[in-house]
């Protein structure tokens, strides 16, 4: 059986290998280890092959993980979908915040982020896919949610986040991400990521720019309850 080391090796490799295919610097990728449903043994074990950035998709599992290698100086990311009730405490506890698509929620991260903390790091989820997802601002309401998110005090804007619909196709997927990065592009604003690319996508993630690919299955092995 592969190790959770193994794993981060054989992802390695592929985030390499695609950053050569497409003339970047391999450094020039973050790998973000999505650990929602894996015990706080998994992730201190990432952490001894070397990852340092985990991402959690629900409040309360993370909190426990958080308590339990509060040892470890890790940088957590909150990726799922946010409700009103929990921004104070994601606002107190995270690093990063990809999936913001409203400004209301925005605005109560920058209202609760602690002034002893640097300002929260904000990716805008926007969804390249139509209806098939139901999270993620549409692409025509971006520019105005950037600009409004931009001016708020507490939060630096970072860049987008996407979940292209699922697909094996790599024409389908190079669109998917292609559409991110130019949508990135067209807002007048210093972003520098694009928190894109999962398990079975990062290849075509790369190529076409992100910045953090977000991987789960492929380093810590299938979930053994539903993926949201
Ligand atoms: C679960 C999840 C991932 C990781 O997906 P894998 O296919 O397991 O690599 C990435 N991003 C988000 C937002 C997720 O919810």
Avoid at 79 to 91: D, E, F, L, M
Avoid at 124 to 153: F, H, R
Wanted: proline share 6%; hydrophobic share 45%.
């Amino acid at each position: 059986m592969s190790t959770i080391a193994d794993n981060i090796a054989l992802v390695s490799a592929r985030i390499r290998a695609a950053a050569q295919a497409s003339q970047r610097d391999e450094s020039s990728v973050r790998l973000l280890a999505v650990s929602k449903t894996k015990p706080a043994a998994a992730l201190r074990e990432a952490y001894a092959a070397g990852l340092r950035d985990f991402g959690e998709n629900y409040l309360q599992e993370a909190l426990g993980k958080q308590a339990e290698l509060g040892d470890l100086p890790l940088s957590w990311h909150f990726i799922g979908p946010i409700q009103s009730n929990k921004t104070r405490a994601i606002a107190e506890n995270f690093a990063w915040v990809h999936s913001v698509d409203r400004l209301k929620i925005a605005q109560r991260l920058s209202e609760q982020r602690p002034a002893d903390l640097p300002p929260l790091n904000i990716c805008i989820q926007v969804n390249v896919s139509g209806e098939a997802s139901k999270s993620g601002c549409t692409p025509a309401d971006l520019p105005a949610l950037a600009s409004a998110i931009s001016a708020l005090p507490r939060l630096k804007l970072r860049g987008l986040m996407a979940i292209p619909e699922p697909t094996e196709d790599r024409a389908a997927q190079d669109a998917a991400f292609a559409a991110v990065r130019r949508l990135n592009e067209s807002l007048d604003l210093p972003t520098d990521t694009l928190s894109m690319g999962m398990s079975h996508d990062l290849e075509a993630a790369i190529a076409q720019g992100a910045t953090w690919v977000r991987i789960g299955t492929a380093l810590f092995g299938a979930r053994d309850y539903g993926q949201p």
